[in-house]
């Protein structure tokens, strides 16, 4: 019976055949060195180039390599998640197979978990390979999620973390569907501590973050920490009925005391077309709340699993 590993490892993979060799390599070198029990579990995300088949073959060599495949592509965050739910480990540890995240960094993640930090979050110090527009829409978007939802991220928190057991266990409590992890780790509390690193570039292969999937990502982190969207609908309504009542007053003004006639088709259709385009703006924030309602009230698993290589 192999011994209960102290450290788990969790590693999402979605096409990343060309950087698990070098990853696994820089991973376990850094491990060995750190004298723990360790295992490590590598969620395959649906991968269609061999992925899975690259690590069987690293499990056979060393069974402390474990994986998880998935029937289909479920997304990062759901590959995490499942991660978390399989880990053993007094501690786990989530980090990008594509070596953005160095594994040489596990050590200081551990140094600070012994010194009794339960979330050891990190922070990237710099993004090289990232652009201009995406550290621009990066800042943008946690100052706004910090804002509405009372957060406090940091603008360049990374996936990659440290969870004592007791924060792994109360994340395996939440079962919600849109799984903004960034956001959780801070939200189930605990003593939160903070490591900077500087991320490298990708080893091989393209990013898996279309801008698609990155808008639908910071839609999801916002609509699972706030209603704000919501409420900004009613207080829309008010500053809106506010004005038309100004409005009223001074035509009916007009009407009564003076000849003149009031004007205006111009302004009549301005005014209808821009109330519409804000209920129409209002009707899919509404949207994309319900839809979520109607997802979560499905009940279906987070994820499907296809095979389990050593758990
Ligand atoms: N990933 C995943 N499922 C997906 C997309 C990505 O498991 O649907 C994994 C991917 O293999 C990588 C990590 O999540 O290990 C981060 O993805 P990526 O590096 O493409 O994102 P970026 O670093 O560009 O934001
Ligand atoms: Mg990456």
Not at 61 to 72: G, I, Q, T
Not at 194 to 199: K, Q, R, S
């Amino acid at each position: 019976m192999p011994e209960k590993p102290e450290l788990s490892i969790v590693v999402p993979v979605y096409n990343e055949a060309g950087c698990l060799l070098e990853f696994y390599r820089r991973l376990s070198g850094t491990l060995n060195s750190l004298g723990l029990v360790y295992e490590i579990i590598m969620v395959d995300d649906g991968s269609g180039d061999g992925s899975l088949e690259i690590i069987s073959r690293l499990n056979a060599a060393e069974p402390r390599v474990k994986a998880l495949s998935f029937s289909r592509n479920f997304g990062h965050m759901i590959a995490l998640s499942a991660g978390l739910d399989f880990a053993q480990g007094a501690a786990v540890i989530t980090l990008d197979a594509d070596l953005q995240h160095p594994p040489e960094l596990i050590p200081k993640l551990v140094a600070k978990w012994r010194a009794g930090g339960q979330v050891v979050n990190t922070i990237r110090k710099e993004s090289r390979g990232a652009g201009f527009l995406k550290n621009v829409t990066a800042s943008f978007f946690y100052r706004l999620i910090n804002r509405i939802a009372g957060l406090s991220l940091p603008a360049n928190a990374a996936d990659y973390r440290l969870l004592d057991r007791r924060a792994v266990d109360s994340l395996k409590q939440i079962r919600e569907r849109s799984r903004f992890l960034r956001g959780l780790t801070r939200w189930i509390g605990f003593r939160q501590e903070f490591v900077e690193f500087e991320a490298d570039r990708r080893f091989a292969g393209a990013t898996k973050y279309s801008l698609g999937r990155m808008i639908s990502f910071a839609v999801d982190g916002i609509t699972s920490f706030s209603a704000f969207p919501l409420r900004l609908a009613a207080y829309l309504g008010l500053v809106t009925a506010f004005f038309s009542f100004l409005y009223i007053i001074y035509a009916l003004y007009i009407r009564i005391f003076t000849r003149q006639a009031i004007e205006g088709w111009a302004s009549v259709l301005t005014a209808v077309l821009f109330i519409g385009g804000v209920q129409l703006i209002f009707l899919g924030v509404i949207g994309e709340y319900l839809s979520r309602i109607y997802d979560e009230t499905k009940q279906r698993p987070l994820y499907i699993i296809d095979k389990q290589i050593g758990l």
